[in-house]
């Protein structure tokens, strides 16, 4: 029985496959019990031999399952099937970041998907998971900007199971070559060759990588990049956070060439909102205020009158007996 067949055994029907890897085959499938389309994928079979890689590569995928946030691919499924291990997650919306790149020498919001790809690594940091193996490759983008990470933590399995022959990324920092110790840093690294590579293409980012140094099409955020590209982790921009606010605050200056930065306008407007608030409030305060004042005024002689009504016949009653 194929591997195709295989997967019948757990509900899945596979389509087609969307890529190969050292790491095995993405398919394009179906979880046929909820006809729900899913990208599945199938683990080579040399994690499974090597006593105890499975079982790390699962705990791995179960870290990731656990992220919650719109940014990170969502995992539904994984496990063990004949001895072989896989995953099923969500069907991503767009296209593999690495399939776009092929298209053209970098992409028009560059600047956008970036800030995404961004928030996405900094809420899975805040939530203890980090990447390690951020590439072109696990990362689906949208036509619109928006992005979908995918495949956190597998460079632990290769790191603890080399035999089996995977790396794990496609731009390793310096010291996950060395052998040396991983850190949020570490995907910064990553990060800011990507950056180079949604900007001005695969090769660019390639030559950077064996420099240390962002090219000067970067513009007004070449210093940065630069940053993040340090030998020494300790010299690196030290989050997707710390770097996302950076890039903010240049992109407001209006120097940045992904162009107009959309969380400071959403700051700008917020500002405004509360100014606005501020300013008209008391106004409105003041306002209610007046037409209370307004209100008893124009009813105090009607009130005297009554008053007087009743005293007369108050009166009258006790002539009268």
């Not at 710390?242 to 306008?265: P, Y």
């Amino acid at each position: 029985m194929d591997e195709i067949e295989d997967y019948r055994q757990k509900g899945y029907s596979l389509i087609e496959a969307v890529a190969t890897d050292e790491w095995g085959t993405l398919y394009r499938a179906t979880y046929l019990p909820h006809r729900r389309q899913v990208l599945l994928r199938d683990f080579t079979g040399a994690l499974s031999r090597d006593d105890g890689a499975g079982e790390l590569l699962l705990a791995e995928i179960g870290a990731w399952a656990r992220l919650d946030h719109p940014g990170v691919l969502q995992v539904l499924d994984w496990g063990f099937l004949d001895g072989r291990c896989y995953y099923a997650a969500m069907q991503p919306a767009g296209a593999r970041l690495d399939d776009v790149l092929l298209e053209v020498g970098g992409v028009d919001n560059a600047g956008r998907i970036f800030q995404n790809m961004l928030a996405a690594i900094e809420a899975a940091r805040r939530m203890g998971v980090l990447h390690l193996g951020l590439s072109t490759s696990n990362v689906w983008v949208e036509p619109s900007g928006s992005v979908q990470v995918a495949e956190f933590g597998l460079w632990y399995v290769a790191r603890e199971f080399p035999a089996v022959g995977i790396t794990g990324c496609q731009f390793p920092a310096p010291e996950q070559q060395q052998g040396g110790r991983a850190s949020a840093a570490t995907d910064v690294y990553s990060l800011g060759l990507i950056r180079i590579a949604l900007g001005l293409g695969l090769e660019e980012a390639r030559l950077a990588s064996l420099c240390g140094s962002a090219p000067v099409g970067l513009g007004g955020e070449k210093h940065l990049i630069d940053r993040c590209l340090g030998r020494d982790p300790l010299e690196r921009i030290r989050s997707a956070g710390e770097l996302s606010d950076a890039l903010e605050a240049i992109t407001g200056s209006g120097t940045s060439s992904s162009g107009v930065c959309q969380f400071c306008v959403l700051k700008e407007e917020r500002a405004r909102g509360l100014l606005s608030g501020e300013r008209h409030r008391p106004d409105r305060e003041d306002a209610g205020r007046g037409r209370a004042t307004t209100s008893i005024a124009g009813a105090l002689p009607a009130l005297l009158i009554a008053a007087l009504i009743i005293m007369a016949v108050l009166v009258w009653w006790l002539a009268l007996r």
